[in-house]
Every structure is written in C-alpha cells, then in structure tokens.
C-alpha cells in the first residue's frame, strides 16, 4: 500500500499568490516524521521543512508552512508569496519511527510539477 | 550547517564496465547512509541502506551483486554499479544524517547522474 500519496501531478500558480501542494500519508507508528523537499531541474534535493508527528504546531520556515492535520493524516505545504523561482518538482516524505540509525531512510511521494507564471 | 556531497556528478560508461559513486558527508559523521535512485520523471526510491562497518541493507527488488555498497568510514560510502547496462541510466542520490542529531532534517548530495551507452 502506497504510503505517502500526492494527487496532484501539476500545478500552476501566479506570481506573488499563495499555493497548496497536497500530501497524505498512511502509517500505523505513533512516531513519524514528513519532510517536503524542492527538487529543480538540476537534480538536487533541497529541505524545505520537516513536521514530527508529535509536534503541537504546524511548521513554518520562511515562506514555506505546512498544514498538519494528524487526524486526517495529511501534510499539505504550503507556499505563499509564488515566485518565479520556485518552479520545481516537489516530493513529500516520510520517516517512520524514531529518528536515528536505519530509520532515517524516507518513503517519498510521486511528487507535485509547480510551475509558477508570471 | 551538515554538507553531504557527492561524486562524480554526472559520469557516462560502457556497457558492461563498473562505476563508482561516493557519497561524502563533510562536517559530521553517518553511521548510515541511503542510497535511492530516481528514474526520468519518477520518485526517489530507496534501493539500500549503508551501514559504517557491517554490510548493506537492500531493499527488495535490488540486486545486491550489481549494486555494491562500501561504508568503511564514518564519512564515506561507495555505491558501485557493477557490469552496467543501459537500464541502469538513472540519477542516483544519497543522504545521511548526523549521528547524534534530531531527524529532522536528513541532507541529501547533490545526485549523480549515471548514462550507460
């Protein structure tokens, strides 16, 4: 069973608005972690926030916040204030367990085309 | 802040011939690393974990023998593509976190990408 699921394949989005990249996941331990990372053309996995299951409040880190909904198990970034630059893929992801050791491995999600017009 | 970094960037070989790529972390050390491979507008997939000292962990489906996986120190490990097919063109990155640090962020290198004519 897929584990970390993204609908949306593509998205576009005008400069300077705010947009929603949508995750769900799916896992039975109690202690998880999801990450959203930015992936250009070039290949490179850029971190962009991470939000521990047991965390009280949503994760925040410049532009970037995530929506954390435990009870629906959904992880949706979002990006306010688009700028050109941000056109990438966008993968979600998940650590399952404590962190530490082999745990550190992440599940990643299909994955989200932003494309952000002018 | 924690560095890994990765090497060659981008490599091309003959088909049949063996590969290397290393996977550095510069500043802390990785008792584990992971190894994933990414097809052409796919995700990332896990193919192993490395362990510093003791031998690999693969994840179903990979083909331990063709995918070789060293960890003999606590910043190195090697991923070497043995006998290389053109099936295995592909972008290969690796990550690790710090040994003693929180989980919340795991860096990756900058991938390797990996063209078998």
């Known amino acids: 069973a897929q584990k970390i699921t993204q609908t949306q394949p593509g998205m576009f989005v005008q400069e300077k608005e705010a947009v929603t990249l949508d995750c769900t996941y799916d896992t039975s331990d109690p202690s998880y972690g999801l990450f959203w990372y930015k992936q250009p053309s070039s290949g490179e996995m850029i971190f962009l926030i991470y939000q521990g299951s047991y965390d009280q409040q949503n994760a925040t880190e410049g532009r970037y916040s995530l929506n954390f909904q435990k009870a629906r198990k959904s992880a949706n970034l979002v990006i306010s204030a688009s700028q050109l630059g941000d056109s990438a893929m966008y993968f979600c992801?998940?650590?399952?367990?404590?962190?530490?050791?082999?745990?550190?491995?992440?599940?990643f999600g299909t994955g989200t085309l932003l494309a952000v017009q002018p | 802040g924690a560095v890994v970094s990765q090497h060659p960037s981008r490599v091309i070989c003959k088909s049949g011939t063996s590969v290397k790529i290393e996977c550095r972390s510069l500043?802390?050390?990785?008792?584990?690393m992971f190894w994933y491979r990414q097809f052409p507008k796919q995700s990332l997939m896990l193919m192993a974990t490395?362990?510093?000292?003791?031998?690999?962990?693969?994840e179903q489906g990979v083909e331990k023998d063709k995918f070789l996986i060293n960890h003999a120190s606590l910043t190195l490990s090697t991923l070497t593509v043995t006998s290389a097919h053109p099936e295995d063109s592909s972008f290969y990155i690796c990550?690790?976190?710090?040994?003693?640090?929180?989980?919340?962020?795991?860096?990756f290198g900058e991938g390797s990408w990996l063209t078998v004519v």
């Open positions: 490395s362990n510093e000292g003791s031998k690999a962990t693969y």
């Open positions: 992801a998940m650590r399952e367990g404590r962190y530490g050791g082999a745990t550190n491995k992440l599940i």
């Open positions: 990550s690790a976190a710090e040994a003693l640090r929180s989980g919340n962020t795991i860096y």
């Open positions: 500043d802390f050390q990785a008792t584990t």
